[in-house]
């Protein structure tokens, strides 16, 4: 029978790679950016939640379907 002390260097091992796997998968295929989908008018959009003052949270204004937009000024 194998210590759990043992094995602790190769779940660490392990995890990190699944870590760095998971992470350059999800970067190169890109399979989450139809997620994501553009408001229409989003110009009137964004003013009026100036307007309004959301609370702090996630939001996503400007939706840039590329990185490369996210250099655009807006």
Same mark, same amino acid.
């Given at each position: 029978?194998?210590?759990?002390?043992?094995?602790? +260097?190769?779940?660490?091992? #392990?995890?990190?790679?699944?870590?760095?796997?998971?992470?350059? !998968?999800?970067? $190169? +295929?890109?399979?989450?950016? #139809?997620?994501?989908?553009?408001?229409?008018?989003?110009?009137? !959009?964004?003013? $009026? +939640?100036?307007?309004?003052?959301?609370?702090?949270?996630?939001?996503?204004?400007?939706?840039?379907?590329?990185?490369?937009?996210?250099?655009?000024?807006?």
């Amino acid at each position: 029978m194998v210590s759990l002390g043992s094995l602790w +260097l190769p779940v660490l091992l #392990s995890a990190g790679l699944v870590f760095i796997v998971s992470a350059l !998968v999800h970067m $190169v +295929l890109k399979y989450h950016n #139809s997620d994501y989908t553009r408001i229409p008018d989003e110009d009137v !959009v964004r003013s $009026v +939640l100036r307007k309004a003052s959301p609370a702090p949270a996630q939001y996503i204004i400007p939706h840039c379907a590329e990185m490369k937009q996210m250099e655009l000024p807006r």
